[in-house]
């Protein structure tokens, strides 16, 4: 196809700057050996059902085509969708479904036949596996189809059109064979036209810190348009006959969920007036509790729009609401105690309210938290819920189990929320039969999973949690060797099913008899798809910084590297903040994965010789409300450590080292360009380099810039400009919407350092967002970080001196 304007714009603009790849017009090509990686079909996803019967096998496509981003996108109050089927964009595209029984590995596959035309999407198993659901994007419409697991087959409901524009992908199930969705209303007519109007905005006295949100509505004919795609309809569907109703008249529906065993449907809905500084879920909502032919049985909330609410604060009244999972229908949520700001200083911060059916009475409180609420977990039992609070001072987490009527909670667990090593883990969970998503318990207690980080690299497990004494039973550990999954514990806890790989293997499932562990039945048998990259070798490497903390990252050599060889390296990293200098040293990861990795990964480099040091730790120490004072010092000590280590290991020149990330990651990158002489070059993708533009808080940081003007200054690389010397790789997406990231923040700091003569490459990649999804963009995005490093740091292959750079 024609490169693209957008494109050809952003390489003129460093046409006379570039010193060795010239100007590029159009997207280019990475090397053979990376293309090929590129375009390999990614394995399949393996989805067993919920009742562990059944086992679908999902192919998709690795990346989208530029055709199908330039699809007209609206961007408004904060979310993007399709203008024609209202489908996000991007989405997963299904390309091949097979099923099979799950616990028979040598059981006939089924191919279920997907009608040509549209964009298959978003793959769902019904809660009984004996049906399953999948989407279809059109130029006007999102459909549903059934699918019949016994004989494969697929039919569409008809007349249904999907309306996903505030909930994606929800729907509430009755039982197994009837479910709500939201839908577009019928003859709903084409879309407002409002004649061109002066937009006025006004502010009096109310202190409303928010932070930068992107696709904000601008104006009435925003506010229309808004109006017109978000409005659905309650639509309920029966599978077997394939025939749908709606229940009531169109709302602005953002939340759908069944109560109980489908006896009611509890809703949320946005109402005006709406904003032109926050997103929709800020927006007024409107919580009610219906029958389930959708009538209306009782208003329980009237939220107001989220304004004026302090950093990290809540709204004052009810908030968070929950469905009960079982016969007792109840509905939940959560109240601020402290008047939702974490400033005022009260015994209690949050409580958990219930209201059972008819909902004519007053609600009853269930718990009291001193912390905030975080999250309610519904226990299979029927009579229990784990519920989650944060400490968000200190970062620390702590699970109680809440009886649901009677007594008061009782204490499980707590640690810091960055915590590796000593991680309970998390609760198994399974799908009950009226589609509710529960905590599974094994004869009254918990099963908990986790990776199982240690010092010498993860081993996942499953643990049994003992409800009574809390005593904890280890079930399994994954062997040294390979690297195991639990997914589901079955046959009354006799067995477990597992994922599967190692570094040689790619991710199967399996099954293994938790009293022999020995026994090991393989269920699936992918094979490896990339076997290139098994000549890469990977070594976990861990060593100190200056002050003692423990650091690490994973290195990667390239297929062709031979011992002794100094190559050039580049280090990604990613900064953490902790509270504690302990939790900051604790590591994670292992050697045994199957070795993968998407499209923009900066491991593809290794395929054109370079040595990656990726996922380098980058830890911030402090206490947590001010540890940006020291962000530069402290990953100035990381960066040094890292190249010391690199250096004695012997793998990299310290002459010839580039540092890079994206996001947060290229923020800190930059700073590093900023603030250092340690690296001859950098690649920054996605970033912020100018805090003034995030005054009211970005990342870990909750002072405003008004609090904390140094911190802000002193982190905005925009005004180092001036001190970057080292060559610099900018690429964004022209669409990001990530919040905070504007293109604009590349586009300034483009603009200033080619203003001050600095050595700089800007490419903004059209259609893309804050992550980038066409393969045209994955292949470019390669190519430049390719050719950028080859040009500062030299061809690894090559026994040359890198160019100058003026430093």
Excluded at 434 to 454: K, Y
Excluded at 602 to 622: R, S
Aim: charged fraction near 25%.
């Amino acid at each position: 196809m024609p490169p693209l304007p957008g494109l050809i714009l952003a390489c003129a603009l460093v046409a006379g700057l570039m010193p060795a790849a010239g100007l590029a017009a159009g997207y280019q090509q990475p090397s053979a050996a990376v293309r090929e990686l590129l375009d390999t079909a990614p394995l399949p996803r393996l989805l067993p059902s919920p009742d562990r019967q059944q086992l679908a096998l999902i192919e998709t496509r690795r990346f989208s085509s530029i055709e199908d981003l330039q699809r007209p996108t609206l961007h408004l109050a904060g979310t993007r969708f399709d203008a024609g089927s209202s489908v996000a964009p991007g989405v997963a595209a299904i390309q091949r479904l097979r099923l099979r029984a799950l616990l028979q590995p040598d059981a006939p596959e089924r191919v279920v036949e997907l009608p040509a035309g549209g964009l298959w999407h978003d793959f769902a198993w019904a809660p009984d596996g004996q049906r399953f659901l999948l989407e279809r994007r059109m130029d006007r419409a999102n459909e549903l189809w059934v699918g019949d697991t016994a004989t494969a087959t697929l039919k569409p409901v008809q007349g249904l059109r999907l309306n996903e524009v505030l909930a994606q992908g929800e729907k509430a199930w009755l039982n197994p064979r009837e479910l709500v969705v939201l839908s577009v209303p019928d003859h709903r007519g084409p879309p407002p036209r409002l004649a061109p109007q002066p937009i006025t905005e006004e502010s009096r006295g109310l202190v409303s810190p928010e932070r930068t949100h992107p696709d904000l509505l601008h104006g009435p004919q925003d506010e229309a348009l808004f109006e017109y795609h978000a409005r659905s309809v309650l639509t309920a569907v029966d599978l077997v006959s394939g025939s749908s109703r709606d229940l009531g008249p169109a709302q602005l529906y953002s939340s759908l969920s069944s109560v109980g065993d489908g006896q009611y449907l509890l809703t949320e809905r946005i109402a005006r007036p709406f904003s032109y500084r926050l997103p929709w879920d800020d927006f007024p909502t409107i919580v009610e509790v219906r029958q389930r032919d959708g009538k209306l049985i009782r208003e329980l909330a009237r939220m107001p729009l989220k304004g004026g609410v302090a950093i990290d604060g809540v709204l004052p009244g009810p908030r968070v609401f929950y469905a009960s999972p079982t016969k007792d229908a109840a509905v939940y949520w959560v109240e601020a105690l402290d008047g939702g700001n974490p400033a005022n200083r009260v015994a209690f911060r949050d409580r958990v309210m219930r209201l059972d059916p008819p909902f004519t009475g007053d609600p009853q409180e269930v718990q009291r938290m001193p912390h905030r609420f975080s999250r309610l977990q519904f226990l299979d039992d029927g009579q229990h819920a784990l519920l989650t609070e944060v400490d968000r001072q200190r970062a620390w987490q702590r699970s109680y189990l809440l009886p649901l009527k009677g007594t008061q909670s009782k204490p499980l667990f707590e640690f810091s929320q960055r915590e590796r090593f000593r991680h309970p883990g998390s609760p198994l969970m399974r799908t009950l039969p009226n589609g509710h998503l529960v905590v599974q318990t094994l004869g009254g207690d918990l099963l908990l999973t986790g990776p199982g980080a240690s010092p010498k690299g993860d081993r996942p497990f499953l643990d049994r949690f003992s409800l009574r004494d809390l005593s904890v039973q280890r079930l399994f550990q994954s062997p040294e060797g390979s690297y195991e999954t639990p997914l589901a514990v079955l046959e009354g806890g006799r067995q477990v099913l597992l994922s599967r790989e190692s570094a040689a293997e790619p991710p199967n499932l399996a099954l293994r008899e938790l009293a022999s562990g020995n026994s090991l039945q393989a269920l699936t048998r992918l094979k490896d798809n990339t076997p290139q990259l098994r000549k890469i070798r990977r070594e976990f490497v861990s060593f100190k910084r200056a002050d003692g903390v423990d650091m690490s990252f994973w290195m990667y050599l390239p297929p062709d590297y031979r011992e002794g060889e100094r190559r050039p390296t580049l280090v990604w990293a990613y900064p953490m903040e902790y509270s504690d200098a302990a939790i900051a040293s604790q590591v994670s990861g292992a050697s045994n994965r199957f070795l993968s990795f998407n499209g923009i990964s900066p491991l593809a480099l290794l395929l054109d010789g370079f040595v990656v040091l990726y996922d380098a730790h980058m830890p911030v120490v402090g206490d947590l409300k001010t540890v940006n004072d020291g962000f530069i010092e402290q990953i100035t000590m990381n960066a040094r450590a890292i190249i010391d280590k690199a250096e004695d290991l012997g793998v990299s020149d310290p002459k010839r080292m580039a540092v890079g990330g994206h996001s947060y990651g290229a923020f800190m990158a930059v700073n590093l360009l900023a603030h250092t002489d340690l690296f001859k070059a950098g690649i920054a993708r996605s970033g912020a380099y100018n805090r003034t533009l995030t005054p009211f808080g970005f990342q870990s940081e909750r002072r405003s810039l008004w609090d904390a003007k140094d911190v802000y200054l002193h982190l905005s690389p925009l005004l180092y400009a001036p001190q970057i010397k080292e060559p610099l790789l900018l690429l964004h997406g022209e669409q990001d919407g990530n919040a905070g990231t504007p293109p604009l923040q590349s586009e300034r700091l483009f603009h200033a350092l080619s203003g001050l003569g600095g050595t700089v490459r800007l490419t903004m990649l059209p259609l893309e967002a804050h992550g980038y999804g066409a393969r045209e963009s994955a292949g470019h995005v390669q190519w430049e970080m390719s050719q950028w490093l080859k040009t500062w740091l030299g061809d690894p292959r090559e026994a040359k001196e890198p160019a100058k750079n003026g430093r």
